[in-house]
């Protein structure tokens, strides 16, 4: 199915509800759409060591959370090398950050810098920076799903400022039935890779299909620390949710399982973006 413009996408979800599920199902129905992990960008310049990678792993070692700032300028720095928004000042574009895309083309960072760079960036108001509004390519070929990020509304109103989401689902599943399905979830550590002992059983009990190593349960999945983190989960996504309805791109869908939230998912998407 091919799409006749520019989708610019998140799912907003409580944790359980299958959000990686939709989003896979969705890259393999549209060959157009690519993923933007905020997590992946974030771990890719961890490894290749760039200066604002060194920051976020002393960050994160030191048990902070990574500033909205860095991760907002991850996905701003990746936009742009991948040609999907453009702005009207080239010289507020200049990074400060490796882009995946620029690196696996086989070109290295495409700018220099150093840790008083980072700390003068992370600390700048926001004209000092230069995030200048950008325009947002409309090609087909620009259509992504942004995971991980925002997850506030203040997180989406800064994201406002790249890049314009397009459509924002909210997908819905009673908790009591989250509960009852990540009591049999099992994974893959390695990979990411998850499994339920009701649905989507691993070929052999206990291990994973692909590489055969073992299968783990994480600590987190028990009731009671998952009514704990859909509490928290309410409390940030009504805002969050608010701001997209307000910009009129909320879509709200609602199942009991991934299969039955598909379809209507995929009926949408095709309404709103396909040709």
Known sequence: MRLRKAARVILVGAPGVGKGTQSERLLQRFPQLSSISSGD???YNVAQRTPLGIKVESTMKAGELVPDELILRLIRNELNHRGWIFSNHPSSDVMTLASSSAVNAGQGPPYGSDQADVAAFISSPEHVRGYTPARASEDPSASFLLDGFPRTALQAERLDEIVPINLAVSISTPVDVITERISGRWVHEASGRV???T???????GIDDITGEPLVRRSDDNEEVYRARFRKFQETSEPLLEHYARKGVLWEV?????????PKLIDEFERRFAE
């Open 41 to 43: 960008l974030l771990r």
């Open 195 to 197: 499994y339920n002992t």
């Open 254 to 262: 609602n199942g009991l399982s991934s299969n039955e939230i598909s």
């Open 199 to 205: 649905f989507n059983k691993p070929k052999i009990a």
